[in-house]
């Protein structure tokens, strides 16, 4: 069964307790907004810490530190 929501003045609307549960969607989640042939698609956003650990099969995290100051060092 599909829920339905209310959009404000704002454009503001509330997503259903049942589906930010399922999804993990808590305050401050940011939500990606696709615009899709079949209508608006909200996605939670990947952040940082969702992505930890997603490169250890290609370096260290001592390796990747020292990769990342290099970077910084060069955009500064």
């Known amino acids: 069964m599909d829920d339905e929501v209310i959009v404000t003045r704002k454009g503001q609307t509330t997503i259903p307790i049942k589906l930010r ?6 305050e401050g989640t ?5 615009d899709t042939d079949n209508g608006i ?3 939670p956003k ?3 810490l969702d992505l930890a650990g997603s490169g250890a099969k290609y370096a260290s995290p001592d390796q990747m530190k020292r990769l990342l100051e ?3 060092d060069l955009d500064a």
């Open 70 to 72: 290099k970077l910084r």
């Open 41 to 43: 698609l909200l996605r």
């Open 21 to 26: 549960e399922k999804y993990n969607i808590e």
């Open 46 to 48: 990947q952040s940082t």
């Open 30 to 34: 940011r939500l990606q907004v696709t």
